[in-house]
């Protein structure tokens, strides 16, 4: 893990024990995904739910499926439609209570003991227009996700690719920090270690990885 995503770890960690619900905002690639997905492996009865693509009755059919859960994991809240939030609310309101009314059948979901965890890039400018954003976040304790460092970035790139990296690796990311998540740095270390496996001139290597990082930045900026 990377240490400044560690700190953001054990900040959500206290807060969950203290019975708080938590938000992790930070950029793209910044992490927060990373972070949701350790909580899931550590957790006993996770529910993890992508806002990006969620509406409420497929919500409501994920918590009665899951039945029993320990901690909720949202995904893309900066996505989520308004009102595919409402069966959320009524669990983070009501101490974990949910009444859910499907073909004139009532289920009671009481789960007093389950946290959340969301994830949401700040970033996103619909956030600004959505009437449903602070009302949001007065149910959780926002926990800010720092971008990587250049050294976080390196030492990430030797681990998911099992091989130290060129020199000349460093070169890019500085050059290029602004657009580099760690998606995009685990993508690029995996193609520089299996190109040099390969055979590959570590000229041609390098030519091509900062083709593919000038295209983000082209992309970044056309999104502007």
């Excluded at 998540?181 to 041609?204: D, F, P, W």
């Amino acid at each position: 893990m990377i240490p400044s995503l560690k700190d953001v770890v054990d900040e959500a960690a206290i807060n969950l024990e203290a019975g708080n619900h938590v938000m992790l905002l930070g950029g793209p690639g910044s992490g927060k995904t990373l972070i949701l997905d350790a909580i899931y492996e550590a957790s006993l009865n996770p529910l993890y739910i992508n806002m990006a693509d969620a509406s409420a009755a497929g919500i409501e059919d994920l918590v009665i499926e899951a039945g029993c859960f320990d901690v909720i994991l949202l995904d893309e809240v900066d996505k989520a439609k308004n009102v595919a939030l409402s069966p959320l609310l009524q669990l983070l309101d009501h101490g974990g209570r949910l009444r859910i009314t499907k073909s004139g059948k009532t289920t009671v979901i009481e789960a007093p003991w389950v946290r959340a965890v969301a994830a949401a890039n700040l970033f996103n400018p619909r956030l600004r227009a959505s009437n449903w954003w602070l009302s949001l976040m007065d149910r959780f304790v926002p926990i800010e996700v720092p971008q990587p460092s250049v050294d976080e970035i390196l030492t990430f790139m030797g681990k998911v690719a099992n091989a130290e990296m060129p020199k000349w690796v460093r070169e890019l990311v500085e050059k290029y920090i602004d657009v580099i998540t760690l998606r995009k740095a685990e993508q690029a270390a995996k193609y520089i270690a299996t190109s040099l496996r390969r055979g590959e001139s570590e000229e041609v290597v390098k030519a091509r990885v900062e083709r593919i990082l000038q295209t983000m930045r082209l992309i970044t900026m056309s999104g502007e």
